[in-house]
Structure formats: C-alpha cells, structure tokens
C-alpha cells in the first residue's frame, strides 16, 4: 500500500519422507531440499524482508558428527545472502573433496545444511531489535539430542507478559522478554518434562540410558507437549518447530487469524504461510493445497508418519481479512478473486462521487498490489458503461444513424498510469521541511493525460495512516490539475490497532481515529475521550475475558462517510487546489468479498480473542497519557 506498514513474517518447513539418496538419483542432487526451501523462502518474501533464517537437521547422524545447521541474516537482500552463505560453504567443502560429488553420505556427513528435516522463516522488524539475533529461527540446545528444539513462527501473543511470568514461576530464568523466547521455552520445558517421564519408564523397564535414548524420540508424544505449552496463550500464530532427533510440528492459532497450508506425497511434507507458494514451487494442484484448521498442528514424526491432531479447542473463525487485502501473495486463485471483488463492490460509490460522468474521469491504481482490485474495478465500470449503451441504441427506436450507434459504442473507461513510485529515491536529510520536499517526490507522475474538466479516480489498497497520501501522493496528483480527486481505499477504514502482527501498535497514527478525534473536537463532543479513558482505567485490573472495547465510543457519534470526508480534509492541505474525496470499503462489503475470512478488528474493533480487547484499550490509555508505547 502507499503507507508503508509492516507484517509478522512468513514460515517455510520442509520434510523429506525419502532417503537423501533417492533425490539424488531422481533429482540429480542431494540439496534438493535446501534448494525447494531457497525458493519457497524467496516466493514468501512479501512477508518480510528485515531478515531471514534457515535451521535443517539431519537424521540417524552418528554421536560427535554434527546434525543441526543454522544460518540467519539481516542483510539488504537477507534470502539471497543466507543462501549465498550455504552455496559458498558447499562449493568450498566440494573443492576441497572432489570425492564427495557422487558420494551422498559422505555429503550428509561432512557438509552443514544438507539434511531431511528444514525450516524457513522471513521477518518484518515488527518488534524488538532489529539484529541479527532477533532473527527466526531461534535455537535451544542440549546435549540431549531429543531435547534440542529450533523455533520459527508467524506469530505475536497479547499476553506476553503473563507468559513470561509462568515461565518465572516455573524457576526458568529466560534470557529475553519477548514472544519468540517466551513461547520456546514453555514448549521447551514440557518437552524436559515429557522426555524426563519417558526416560524414567523406561528405567523401570530396565534400558540404559544408551538404549532409551532412540526410544524417548519413538515415544515422545508432540501433540501432547504442544497442549500443555500452549494451554494460555492468545494471540494469533503459525508456529513452527523441530526437535532435534527430527520430530516437527506446526501449530495454527485456534481462531485461524494468521495462515498455514500444507501438502503432503510420498516424497514430502510441506508447510507454508501462503498456498501458491507451494503450487509452484512442487508444481501441484489448487485443491493438493490444504489449509491446516484453526487450533490443530499437523506433526510429523522422525519415522514420517504425518497425522493432525487438535491441540487447542477452535474458537469462532476470524482469519485475517487484512492479509487478503494486501499482504498475501495476489497469484492464490481464491485471494486474486477476492480482491477483484472488493474493486467491483466499490463502483456505487465511485459513480456517485463523479456524478456518473463517465466520460471525464481518468481511473488508475496506486501502488501495483492495488492492481487486481482496479482491475475489478473497471470490469465493474465497463458492466455500467454497457448497460448505458444498450438504453440510448434501445430508446433509438431502430432509426438512429450509424455515426450515432459507434458513437454511443465508442464510450470506455479511460484507463491510466498515472503514479510510478520511484524506488531508489531515499531520504537522507532527517531535517523535517527538507525530508518533506524529498518524500514528495517519491512517486512521479505521468503528464499531458487529464485535463482540468477531468475526475481524478485512484483505487488504493488500504489508507492506514495517510501519510504518504498527504505529503506525496495527493500533491503530485494534484500538479495534473484535475478538476477532483478521488481516493478509493479497497479496505474499510482502520480504526483500531492490531495486536496479532501486523504493525499497527498506536491509535494516534491511525488517519480514522485522528478524523473522530478532529470532528469530536468540532461538535464539542471531545469530553467522550476523558470518558472513554476512565473507562479503559477502571478495566485495568480485570481479566481479559471480561475486559469489553470501549474505544469503540470514539466512532459511534458519526457514519462512516462523515470520517471518511474528514479524513479527505485532514489529508489535504491549502496547497491541493483539486477537490479531495476518500472513499472506503464497508465493512459489509468486505465480507461480501471475502466469505471465509471474517477477521475485521482493524475496521470493527471485534477481536478474535479475548486480550485484544485489553490491548486496544491500553492502547487509548497510552495516547491519552502522551506515552508512546506499544499497547502489548
């Protein structure tokens, strides 16, 4: 979208269910899975692009050879360096052992990366520090191999801080206070547990600890570690993990808010944020692709035997819509659908803002993810377009000229690009007036196409804090002249932040909740935000699930249209000589478009689950107190 807003990362898991030797032999390497994961990474690179990691392990290793590898990177390009990294260490180990090219155990052996079992992950910098160490996939060790666990997920819990303080109370001393530590380490010390249990039975039936140690992994039982672990979480996540003897496991949230897919032959099992990922990477079918239902985990053994088991109890399904609009990869069959339609529901109002003057108004997109819905869009214009035509050649009554005829069906929708960003452009004065003039100039725009007479309509994804609507976007429109200017968002309006991990901590950036405050303040209604904040107070000390969303009263005195054409005056300055109007999505129409996706907190403020109500209000606290935290 034109404001730049960052999302909770993508996952990649891996597990090969034949002998390396065989995709050798069919394939032609034994790193064809390192290879399917470089490019299962690289096709989910529009969920992050801070930073990358890749973990594989290799199974049945012999004691004192190595069997975990991990790379991770926050290069510029952090998918191309990790796997730029793995290449040079190959082709060094091959120069150095010209033997090892047709010798698949002595690669297994003796070269890191190569193994049956891999995970992927791609960051946004949502959270934390943005180094090196922040980076996915996270790794607990122990000499005990079976106690070994690697951690990747998409993912943001609300309770962290309740989480942490478990794991305190359990004696653990864990060494960050984040999401990612905090939730390996509950999964971390049930599995100690579980493996100590097993260890112990098989004591009595008088193993060694030699001879338990293969029969912890068979016994080991994930599905009901993961139970206990993620007993109280809440948040939304696909959370990825293997066990050093080569178990694995993904776990989706029990409303669905965040994504996962699988596939599974007899080659491979595959795990993923998006399913066209896995389309082309494997080359299989729409409906090979299935979704993992929310609350289970599918888990795959060290034997390979696959099963999905339920771990949490679903709750009501509220996958997020927010994804659909923008995030996931347009080129899923379903999502490409759905964003068509979100253009095409649009029209009524677009028409009416142009007073159905077809014939003077210019239609074009901003950024290029809005293209499909324009596309919808425009499908939608030439339906109304065509029944125009069809009443003036019928109320003709059969006499009307052939000049007159191909005039009538002359008329189309005038279709244009108008804004290119220019992508290199880079502000590098901090200076405020200065950087402004720069970030102005980030997009260009295409000249000697409308006329002063001429409508202006520009489809964007989502308008969520306007920024660079305000300080680029509608200024370069307007040097075009245009006689208005008609922003159309695909989205509804955001009011509310999220907490599951799309970054949008604070409600003071949200351009919605700035266009409530401005109209409370010009009906003298603003005494409604002390009262909401006492409000949020008094709810400080409950439990989450009696904690209700009282920001939901900052919009109540107004429609949706009245925002909207604040927010079309808040984003305009006295420069903009064009009228302004903004357009968004309703919410009805949102679930029109997108049936099984009904996660709408962002635009309804119903969250899926029960801290975020919490967090939404601590959020209202924090802005009316001036503290520029993040709300979870």
């Known amino acids: 979208m034109s404001d730049a807003i960052k999302h909770e990362c993508g996952i990649a898991v891996i597990r090969l269910l034949k002998p390396l030797e065989y995709y050798k032999e069919k394939y032609g390497s034994a790193f064809y899975g390192v290879n399917k994961m470089y490019l299962m990474m690289e096709k989910q690179h529009n969920r992050g692009q801070d930073g990358a990691g890749f973990a594989s392990i ?32 190959i082709n060094k180990e091959f120069n150095k052992h010209p033997e090892y090219a047709n010798d698949v155990a002595a690669q297994k052996k003796n070269i890191p ?10 960051r946004y910098g949502t959270f934390g520090k943005n180094s090196v160490e922040s980076v996915h996939p996270f790794l607990r060790q122990n000499n005990w191999m079976h106690r070994n666990l690697i951690m990747a997920g998409n993912f943001n819990m609300t309770n962290v801080k309740e989480l942490f303080s478990n794991l305190i109370e359990l004696g653990q001393h864990p060494k960050e206070y984040t999401d990612t530590i905090t939730v390996m380490e509950k999964i971390g010390h049930f599995l100690d547990d579980a493996v100590s249990k097993i260890y112990k039975d098989l004591k009595k039936e008088g193993y060694n600890k030699k001879e338990a140690s293969p029969l912890i992994a ?62 082309t990477v494997f080359n299989v079918n729409f409906e090979d692709v299935k979704e993992l239902e929310p609350g289970h985990a599918i888990i795959t053994k060290k034997s390979g035997k696959v099963s999905i088991k339920k771990i949490l109890e679903p709750l009501e399904r509220k996958s997020c819509s ?34 159905k003057d077809t014939k003077n108004t210019v239609f074009s997109y901003i950024p290029n993810t809005a293209e499909t819905s324009f596309f919808g869009m425009i499908e939608t214009v030439e339906d109304y377009l065509n029944e125009k035509k069809t009443e003036a050649i019928l109320s003709g009554g059969g006499k009307m000229s052939a000049e007159k005829v191909t005039e009538i069906l002359e008329e189309r929708p005038r279709i244009e690009k108008i804004a290119i960003k220019d992508v290199k452009l880079r502000t590098f004065i901090t200076e405020d007036s200065s950087r402004d003039d720069l970030v102005a100039h ?46 159309v968002s695909s989205a ?51 439990d989450d699930k009696d904690v209700k969303n009282f920001v939901k009263e900052i919009y109540e005195p107004f429609t949706e249209e009245e925002i909207s054409d604040k927010a079309a005056v808040l984003l ?16 009805e129409n949102l679930h029109q478009a997108c049936p099984e996706h009904l996660g709408d907190w962002y635009f309804t403020g119903n969250y899926p689950t029960v801290g975020g109500n919490r967090v939404v209000n601590r959020a209202f606290i924090n802005f009316f107190e001036g503290n520029n935290e993040r709300a979870y």
């Open 58 to 89: 290799k199974l049945n290793t012999k004691p004192g050879e190595r069997y975990i590898s991990r790379v991770r990177s926050i290069a510029q390009q952090p998918i191309q360096d990790i796997f730029s990294q793995i290449n040079d260490r």
């Open 113 to 122: 990366y190569i193994g049956e079992v891999l995970l992927g992950h791609v």
């Open 218 to 279: 068979k016994r080991l039982k994930v599905s009901k570690i993961l139970r206990r672990a993620a007993k109280n979480w809440d948040g939304g996540y696909a959370m990825a993990g293997l066990i050093g003897h080569g178990d694995a496991f993904v776990l989706r949230d029990p409303a669905g808010i965040r994504p996962t897919y699988y596939y599974k032959d007899d080659e491979v099992v595959v795990v993923a944020s998006e399913r066209p990922v896995i389309q």
């Open 322 to 355: 927010f994804e659909r609009i923008y995030f996931s990869r347009g080129s899923d069959a379903q999502i490409y659908k759905e964003r068509k339609m979100l253009g095409k529901l649009l029209i009524p109002k677009v028409l009416e803002a142009i007073n």
């Open 442 to 487: 980030v997009y260009d725009v295409t000249y000697g196409v409308i006329k002063p007479t001429d409508n202006l309509v520009i489809i964007d994804d989502s308008i969520v804090r306007g920024t660079t609507l305000k300080k680029s976007i509608l200024k370069m429109l307007d040097r075009l002249h245009p006689k208005k200017i008609v922003v």
């Open 492 to 542: 509804p309006q955001i009011r509310y932040p999220d907490c599951y991990g799309i970054d949008m901590a604070n409600l003071e950036t949200l351009i919605a909740f700035k266009s409530a405050l401005a109209l409370l303040k010009d009906r003298n209604m603003y005494h409604i935000v002390e009262e909401v904040y006492n409000k949020c107070l008094s709810q400080t000390e409950l």
């Open 572 to 587: 305009s300055d006295e420069s903009i000589k064009a009228e302004v109007k903004i357009i968004f999505q309703t919410v």
